[in-house]
């Protein structure tokens, strides 16, 4: 599902990178050109944006104290290319809300109410939908380890994806 414009590289050796030597393509996103407000500066953000590939299996994150992105290598190699794609969106969106001094990690917030991963997750199913995917796809992509089904549930109701019936 991923856009042919999207590429990974996906066997590199830990370390770190630029972003655009990761990932490619993301930044042609209509949706980020949306959130970024013009292609000159989501391109600015996106080529001087760093990637940290670290000894994991977790997926793709923003490091809080550098905004760095980093992502864990197991999961570069062997994530769908279309959930990696998604990610990356995700993680994109946090880049511009830290770059905007927002508060990513507000504990005041669980995870899934968090004003910050609620408009993340709106571009990110944005995307999506752009993408054509079905609504239960989607779902699919939104069920993590780390959200119950109570979460999960909370959190679809407020990005506007309709529940399996």
């Given at each position: ?72 290598s197991k ?7 279309n959930c ?82």
């Amino acid at each position: 599902m991923a856009p042919k414009i999207f590429k990974a590289k996906r066997s590199v050796s830990l370390g770190e990178y630029r972003f655009t030597q990761i990932f490619i393509g993301a930044e042609n996103s209509p949706t980020l050109l949306r959130l970024f407000g013009s292609q000159s500066s989501m391109s600015k953000i996106v080529r001087h944006l760093k990637v940290s590939v670290v000894d994991s299996d977790w997926g793709i994150w923003l490091d809080h104290n550098t905004g760095a992105v980093c992502v864990g290598s197991k999961y570069l190699t062997a994530a769908k290319i279309n959930c990696l794609y998604l990610d990356v969106i995700h993680v994109l969106v946090h880049v511009k809300q830290f770059l905007d001094g927002k508060d990513l990690f507000d504990q005041t917030f669980e995870y899934v109410d968090r004003p910050t991963e609620i408009e993340a997750y709106r571009y990110t199913v944005d995307e999506a939908k752009r993408l054509q995917m079905t609504e239960d796809e989607i779902l699919r992509y939104l069920r993590v380890e780390a959200v119950d089904d109570s979460e999960l549930g909370r959190l679809i109701e407020k990005i506007g994806v309709r529940p399996r019936r």
